[in-house]
């Protein structure tokens, strides 16, 4: 058994898309969002193998430099996609995590997935 | 390996007592269930649409709506409070409700296993799994409770009759939890400290939503922060319980001492001193290094005033450890009548350390065989099994 973080892109387009939703179309929009993501984490907790996940705000800043470091606003500034948010999880091994992976509504919503394997140490 | 949920624990026990307040203490399950499901929609949906204006009332909106649907595919017929979709904190004192959800849970109706698991739940905002890892038990047991304990609550609970003849349950209820924490009577750890750190937190939270200087409320703040202070100084590397007089001083932890006198002034308004009050007394003057003779003292206070099997045990090793192990054991001597106290390992293990003092071998290892047989946390007994093969060994 290892753990796995799977990290959620967001395409930057689309988040900008979705935050200029009239509110109408937007509370509908997020209803969706919400239905399957609670699926998706009540799956994960029901098969005993959520550990964690959260969500990651627009706020940020960029630290880069190795002499003089140069702080910035915004990872969105340099990036086309944006780390929304990550789930930490168990899985057998790499297939089966992918496979968990796979049914991730980060995907429906268009973002890109990560899954990585923690260190066994 | 704890489960975390998102992080809006502070929001829970205000959403929830909203909820229980619009739709009646009868479904805490589904408003549970509910609130942890808004987090959830948060958690992901936030960083599509950016965090909301007004998270606070985001969510308690949402998980309303989800409450709604919960309760529209359980039971068809029901009626619904009159939809109110608007900012929930403009119109309503959230103070207000949460407050008579503290007094909804802590009703004596509820057993107090029943209590400890909606406490956390609910105010804690901890999941089922959390409460039960921190508790040692399963995660079905803790549900089970949870349920059992809302189908004695009605609407009518929660209509606050007295609020100063209900503020000393819920006092103790918190004391309880902490004391629980504080040393564990079972399990794998000889301390709990996130749970006394836990009844710390929901004291504190209490204590600001009275937004009252009730001294006795002062006085369990004060009793809380001077223990939890020696807690880094409490058990040794392996979570062995370390003995008062072998501990650290240096480790004790300064701000909450400091928070303990802060507390501690301002419980002397008090009329009539609490067991808070001699309890937070004895925990400063342990804390501030006090003498054998000042805990005897304290002790002494305690075991007149308040007496129980607790304080006259406590006593009793506060006698021996003053006036010498011969008068330590005569004071236990005069309680062990008492099947309360007698059954406790605490109890047993004083007489095989007293009789250890006065080099009895035989019968402090007779006394610590009688403890070690006894219901206990594990790091309690291989402490004390270890005493006794110390003395097995020298005895040869």
Known sequence: MSKYLLMIYNDIDEIQR?????????????????????AY???????????????????????LGKDQIEI????????????????????????????????????????????REQMQY | MNPNLPNFRDEHARITAT??????????????????EAFIAALHSWPLQGEPNNPSAWLTTAAERRLIDHLRKTRRETQFPEQDFADH??????????????????????????????????????????????????????????SRAKNKLNPDDLELHDRNASLPPILLSLYLLFTEGYEAFRGDEYLRADLAVEALRLTQQLASLT????????????????????????????????????????????????????????????????RYHLEAGLAANIASGGTSKDLLYWHELIAERFPSPFAQLSLAIAI????GPQKGLDALNEIKSNPHIAKTPHFQSAIGHFYTELNNRKAAADAYKKAIGLTMSSPIKRSLEQRFAELSESAQ
């Open chain 1, 18 to 38: 979705w935050m200029a939703m009239p509110p109408e179309e937007q509370a509908e929009a997020m209803k969706d969002v919400a239905e399957k993501y609670i």
């Open chain 1, 41 to 63: 984490t009540k799956r994960l907790m029901d098969e005993g193998r959520y550990l964690a996940s959260e969500g990651l705000g627009n706020k940020g800043k960029v630290l």
């Open chain 1, 72 to 115: 910035t606003d915004g990872p969105y500034i340099f990036a086309k996609e944006l780390v929304g948010g990550f789930f930490y999880f168990t899985a057998e091994n790499l297939e089966e995590a992918t496979a968990i992976a796979q049914d991730c509504p980060a995907l429906y919503f268009g973002a890109r997935v990560e899954i």
């Open chain 2, 19 to 36: 909820l229980v307040r619009k739709f009646g203490p009868q479904h805490l399950e589904s408003i549970l269930d509910a609130t942890q």
């Open chain 2, 89 to 146: 904190s403009l119109n309503q004192k959230p103070e207000e409700d949460e407050l008579k959800l503290y007094f909804l849970i802590c009703s004596p109706k509820l057993k107090f296993s029943e209590q400890v698991c909606l406490m956390l739940r609910t105010l804690g905002g901890l999941t089922s799994l959390e409460i039960a890892h921190l508790l040692h038990e399963s995660e079905e047991a803790v549900q089970r409770r949870i």
């Open chain 2, 211 to 274: 937004g009252q200087d009730d001294p006795n409320f002062h006085a369990l703040l004060a009793l809380m922060h001077f223990n939890i202070s020696r807690l880094p100084a409490r058990t040794n590397q392996d979570g062995l319980p370390i003995l008062l007089k072998d501990q650290d001083k240096s480790l004790y932890d300064r701000s909450h001492i400091a928070a303990g006198f802060y507390h501690l002034e301002k419980a002397q308004s008090a009329t009539q001193l609490s």
């Open chain 2, 320 to 323: 021996g450890t003053h006036l």
